[in-house]
């Protein structure tokens, strides 16, 4: 069922506008990209958000692309040629993580930050890197880690 689906995304929603926005937040929401992203914004802003972010997205990181080795699910046959293994999504993973931190911080764009971290779900399955099972498991991953590390460092925020 979950490969069934995911292929009908995949071959059902083409689009030239798609493709490009897709594309798009492949890049924006890999880990390289953001990674390299908080340590040059940490390195010009000490600030502790930042940090804790960077934290986060570090064991985040370690954490999906652990399991991707540990349950080594092969990628869609019809998409990506990508070398690491499919599940979780390492895309959504950070994109969720991401949208619970600025929910936290800026609780009224909370409903377009979880907009924007499923449209980056959807486009994993929509490039064919992920079946359905992968980004729902990358969301609740980031989501996770992301409400672990606001929980523990509250105290940390508003010092």
């Known amino acids: 069922m979950d490969e069934y689906l995911s292929?009908?995304?995949?071959?059902?929603f083409r689009n030239p506008l798609l493709d490009v926005l897709s594309g798009i937040l492949d890049v924006l929401f890999s880990f390289e990209f953001l990674s390299s992203f908080f340590l040059v914004t940490l390195a010009i802003n000490k600030d502790k958000r930042t940090y804790s972010i960077f934290l986060a997205l570090l064991v985040n990181g370690f954490l999906v692309t652990s399991l991707k080795?540990?349950?080594a699910r092969p990628r869609p046959f019809y998409g990506s040629e990508e070398f690491l293994h499919s599940f979780p999504s390492g895309h959504?993973?950070?994109?969720?993580?991401l949208a619970t931190f600025y929910s936290h911080f800026?609780?009224?764009?909370?409903?377009?930050s979880y907009l924007m971290a499923s449209l980056v779900a959807f486009s994993r399955v929509y490039l064919g890197s992920h079946y359905l099972?992968?980004?729902f498991a990358g969301a609740l991953i980031g989501y996770v880690?992301?409400?672990?590390?606001?929980?523990?460092?509250?105290?940390?925020f508003k010092s």
């Open 145 to 156: 880690i992301a409400i672990i590390f606001i929980m523990k460092k509250c105290h940390f």
């Open 69 to 71: 080795f540990l349950i």
């Open 7 to 12: 292929f009908l995304i995949y071959s059902l």
């Open 133 to 135: 099972s992968d980004v």
């Open 106 to 112: 800026f609780p009224e764009r909370k409903k377009l």
């Open 92 to 97: 959504t993973s950070n994109a969720f993580l």
